[in-house]
């Protein structure tokens, strides 16, 4: 019996995945394959792909190019812009496609397309032509739909493998990574790797990268002896501010004009989004809803010295990587004085059950019971913990960012904007 269903498992799986090989053809052909005579990048990773991808737009489009752009959070053709409404990095059944026939003929001659291993999986980055991939990072997530952190990993290279079949391909990697070198062995045409360390492969031009200074409203870091300097604070920043510029760099965008499009790269909806109402203390929207994304956000609300430090966290439902639950209490208690516990996408879970995940991880690093607030509501968590800031202190919202949608139960999907929220709160208390 246990022999009949693995080959009906494997049957039903190759099934699936040629109904997702299909659409993905079929996107292509309708849009007469958009993507080819562009120069196409792909940049994936666990965090900061859609940074990373709004700020190599930034330098594409300041060097002259016009450029598009598909990430999670937002579509660009050249200058307009427009929210992504889904909440999928991309898009299936041809409405990547769809975009890129759009942007061909408006005149965009390179596109940058947010690749996740979701959408490899379902075949959707097929038929893009990528020209060059590049890796933010990699940090266990998404483990119950890939099964383990190594079969993660595959799902991530085998757009680099893609890019191996292009004669003209370039790979670029975050040396600094654990994961790097299984990235850098895929024998791509031209591969570059930048970070604190050489990755000392054979065949990899290695471009040396160290952060000099980080200030409440800059960070100043070196990369292939050029200073450069971005309008916000944290080490992420840098790193996806210098995986952008070497991906500009192996494209063609000179160092010297790198720099100077740096100075004005724009913050990018949801991601360490500062809501000021002229308030006495500071309100940040964050994306981070994994473990090591959440810690670099406080690390970079620790850099302007807060008095304290309040948290507004969930995670998420619907069976998805449970095991974050725990650790995210954990890295919030290392932090906070105050957390607030609330939902951020429950789907048909108990939201009460996801909390207690969260809870767990906050007792296990002996927070005080009298510091957590648990409200299910997340308005009115929202607002109690804005209700709560005294003067000095930093409120951090993370988990939504700029995401349009909260998914609850039963398929619903409640309309969403973490930053409207927090700005009436602030508003309704001033």
């Not at 269903?5 to 958009?34: E, T």
């Not at 990048?41 to 489009?61: D, E, F, P």
């Amino acid at each position: 019996m246990g022999f009949i269903k693995k080959i009906l498992y494997k049957r039903a799986a190759f099934l699936v995945s040629l109904y997702h090989l299909l659409w993905a053809f079929w996107g292509a052909l309708k849009n007469d394959f958009p993507a080819f005579g562009m120069t196409v990048v792909g940049i994936t990773g666990t965090k900061g792909k859609t940074s990373s991808s709004n700020y190599l737009w930034h330098i594409l489009s300041f060097a002259g190019y016009k450029t598009a752009l598909i990430t999670t959070v937002n579509f660009r053709i050249g200058e307009k812009e427009k929210v992504n409404p889904s909440k999928q990095t991309m898009l299936g059944r041809g409405g990547a496609q769809k975009i890129i026939a759009q942007a061909k003929k408006e005149g965009c001659s390179h596109l940058i397309v947010e690749t996740s291993s979701e959408g490899i999986l379902q075949h959707r980055h097929k038929f893009l032509n990528y020209k060059l991939a590049a890796l933010t990072n990699l940090t266990p997530e998404h483990i119950e739909r890939h099964g383990s952190f190594d079969n993660y990993k595959k799902a991530k290279r085998v757009l680099f493998e893609e890019i191996s079949k292009n004669n003209n391909g370039i790979a670029v990697v975050n040396a600094d990574d654990p994961s790097a070198q299984y990235f850098l062995e895929v024998p791509v045409s031209r591969r570059v790797s930048f970070g604190s360390k050489n990755s000392g492969i054979s065949g990899v031009e290695h471009i040396p990268f160290a952060i000099k200074s980080i200030d409440a409203d800059k960070t100043v870091f070196v990369l292939n002896g050029t200073e450069m300097e971005i309008p916000f604070a944290g080490e992420f920043f840098a790193y996806n501010a210098a995986l952008a510029s070497v991906c500009a760099w192996s494209l063609g965008v000179p160092w010297e004009k790198i720099a100077q499009a740096l100075l004005s790269i724009p913050q990018v909806s949801g991601r360490f989004q500062i809501i000021n109402e002229g308030q006495d203390y500071l309100a940040v929207v964050d994306y981070a809803h994994e473990p090591a994304s959440l810690r670099s956000l406080y690390e970079a609300v620790n850099i302007r010295k807060p008095k304290r430090i309040i948290g507004l966290l969930g995670a998420q439902g619907g069976g998805r990587d449970k095991w974050k639950q725990m650790e995210m209490g954990k890295i919030a208690a290392n932090y906070c004085a105050e957390v607030f516990l609330t939902n951020e996408d429950p789907y048909d879970d108990d939201p009460l059950e996801i909390m207690a995940g969260v809870e767990e991880g906050l007792f296990s690093a002996g927070f005080s019971p009298e510091k957590i607030h648990k409200i299910i509501d997340r308005r009115e968590a929202i607002r109690g913990a804005i209700n709560m800031a005294q003067p000095q202190d930093a409120i951090v919202f993370s988990g939504k960012g700029g995401e349009v949608w909260m998914c609850i139960s039963g398929g619903q999907k409640i309309p969403w904007n973490e930053a409207e929220e927090v700005r009436g709160a602030i508003r309704a208390r001033n």
